[in-house]
């Protein structure tokens, strides 16, 4: 049931992320990536894509992630939760702080001057609270 609920609340209350997740996992799974089922998500292992992103009910695992890595999925999940939260509103408060966070050579070159984790600000640090308290270990089928 808790799965149902959180899959109904994505794709009504998150409706935009979801569109645009749906959109990159039909293209990746075109392209023959591996997807899997976690918990009420859909997780697919991108090609030649640095780096990890989730939107709505979608994460997109870098390529060498594995499922021994658990710290990441976690993450990542979070941010399912944060689009929970956020509603339609995840794209503007969720998604555009963390693309900018992530990408921007000024926010790079502050992290690597400053020492700063990528984690240790928000809504990165949000999601990787959600992802501690709500995500599970990948089952071993998975692996």
């Known amino acids: ?24 996992f039909l293209y990746y ?3 023959g990536c591996r ?7 859909r997780v697919t292992i991108w ?16 390529p060498h992630w594995t499922p021994q890595d658990h710290s990441l999925l976690a993450h990542e999940y979070g941010h399912t939760i944060q689009s929970l939260f ?6 503007l ?3 555009l702080p963390s693309v900018l966070w992530a990408g921007l050579p000024r926010f790079q070159r502050m992290r690597r001057e400053k020492k700063l984790s990528y984690y240790s600000v928000y809504p990165e640090k949000g999601a990787t609270k959600f992802g501690k308290r709500f995500a599970k270990p990948v089952p071993q089928d998975k692996l």
């Not at 899959?7 to 992320?17: N, R």
């Not at 997807?35 to 998500?41: M, N, R, T, V």
């Not at 090609?47 to 870098?62: I, P």
């Not at 956020?86 to 794209?91: D, I, M, Q, T, V």
């Open 35 to 41: 997807s899997f089922s976690y918990q009420g998500a």
């Open 29 to 31: 799974r075109a392209k």
């Open 86 to 91: 956020f509603g339609p509103l995840y794209l």
């Open 47 to 62: 090609t030649k894509t640095a780096g990890s992103m989730s939107m709505g009910r979608y994460l997109f695992m870098e």
């Open 93 to 95: 408060g969720v998604g």
């Open 1 to 24: 049931m808790k799965r149902f609920l959180y899959v109904l609340w994505q794709w009504t209350w998150g409706l935009p992320q979801n569109l645009v997740g749906l959109c990159f």
